[in-house]
């Protein structure tokens, strides 16, 4: 099922004005889809996990096009990257199948730390995160789910700083393919791996996350691309690799 909003109700408002600050970046739009470019820092839809947060990618690009639309998967708050929606309920439910039943591959761009293997593939079961607000009814004593995680790295990069306890940094590219969908389950991996994704402030490391925002005014660096020609700039923190990085070989 296509995820529920809270204004299914929902109709334009003549006279409202849509400021540029409130306009997404439309990368692909028919009949039956719009796909836009979700920045960092943005909720997909309006959620009780971060009540004092009005402004939604659901929200705004309802009011920018407005038309109703309807969101067909999740990007983590601090995710960038391709967003899909439908323009209408039967699409929805369409393409939220397609998602269950990972008739879609998921792809994902992150600078993580240190060196990892050139590819791997994380079989690391995971225990359902619950939410304090939305997840009071959910049964506590779930097992951890199975949760695979593929990814192939394309990049290293050695800094010379020393930002822990070795007198160079280094990072890594990492092509990220996730073949199911547990809550964070990217970033718990890397966790798991001792290659925390930089920028994440759950998972990650304070004093990496520190240097990266204060170095290269860097952001979360992950971003998502779908499998099909949806695509986005990179993000300038991902762009520096191009500049700086040391390209793997057998990609």
Same mark, same amino acid.
């Given at each position: 099922?296509? =995820?529920?909003?809270?204004?299914?109700?929902?109709?334009?408002?003549?006279?409202?004005?849509?400021?540029?600050? @409130?306009?997404?970046?439309?990368?692909?739009? @028919?009949?039956?889809?719009?796909?836009?470019?979700? !920045?960092?820092?943005? =909720? $997909?839809?309006?959620?009780? $996990?971060?009540?004092?947060?009005?402004?939604?990618?659901?929200?705004?690009?309802?009011?920018?096009?407005?038309?109703?639309?309807?969101? $067909?998967?999740?990007? @983590?708050?601090?995710?960038?990257? $391709?967003?899909?929606?439908?323009?209408?309920?039967?699409?929805?439910?369409?393409?939220?199948?397609?998602?269950?039943?990972?008739?879609?591959?998921?792809?994902?761009?992150?600078?993580?730390?240190?060196?990892?293997?050139? *590819? @791997?593939?994380?079989?690391?079961?995971?225990?359902?995160?619950?939410?304090?607000?939305?997840?009071?009814?959910?049964?506590?004593?779930?097992?951890?789910? !199975?949760?695979?995680?593929?990814?192939?790295?394309?990049?290293?990069?050695?800094?010379?700083?020393?930002?822990?306890?070795?007198?160079?940094?280094?990072? *890594?590219?990492?092509?990220?393919? !996730?073949?199911?969908?547990?809550?964070?389950?990217?970033?718990?991996?890397?966790?798991? =791996?001792?290659?925390?994704?930089?920028?994440?402030?759950?998972?990650?490391?304070?004093?990496?996350?520190?240097?990266?925002?204060?170095? =290269?005014?860097?952001?979360?660096?992950?971003?998502?691309? !779908?499998?099909?020609?949806?695509?986005?700039?990179?993000?300038?923190?991902?762009?520096?690799?191009?500049?700086? *990085?040391?390209?793997?070989?057998?990609?």
């Amino acid at each position: 099922m296509p =995820l529920r909003s809270t204004s299914s109700d929902w109709i334009p408002e003549p006279n409202k004005i849509v400021t540029s600050r @409130d306009c997404l970046d439309i990368i692909y739009r @028919d009949t039956h889809l719009i796909a836009v470019n979700k !920045p960092t820092g943005l =909720l $997909v839809h309006p959620s009780l $996990v971060d009540r004092h947060k009005k402004r939604s990618a659901m929200t705004l690009l309802r009011d920018q096009i407005g038309q109703y639309v309807y969101p $067909v998967h999740r990007l @983590d708050k601090p995710t960038s990257g $391709v967003l899909l929606f439908a323009l209408s309920s039967e699409i929805a439910r369409n393409l939220s199948a397609q998602f269950s039943e990972k008739q879609v591959i998921k792809q994902y761009l992150a600078v993580v730390r240190g060196y990892t293997a050139l *590819s @791997d593939t994380v079989d690391y079961p995971l225990k359902e995160k619950l939410d304090k607000m939305t997840d009071r009814r959910a049964r506590k004593s779930k097992p951890p789910q !199975p949760a695979i995680t593929k990814y192939h790295r394309l990049a290293t990069l050695d800094l010379p700083f020393c930002v822990d306890r070795y007198p160079t940094s280094r990072y *890594s590219l990492v092509k990220i393919n !996730p073949l199911t969908g547990r809550k964070h389950q990217i970033r718990r991996h890397f966790k798991h =791996l001792s290659h925390p994704i930089i920028g994440d402030t759950s998972y990650g490391k304070t004093s990496h996350n520190r240097f990266f925002l204060n170095s =290269l005014a860097a952001g979360a660096c992950c971003s998502r691309q !779908p499998r099909w020609r949806l695509s986005t700039q990179l993000p300038e923190n991902l762009l520096y690799w191009k500049r700086h *990085s040391t390209m793997c070989s057998g990609r």
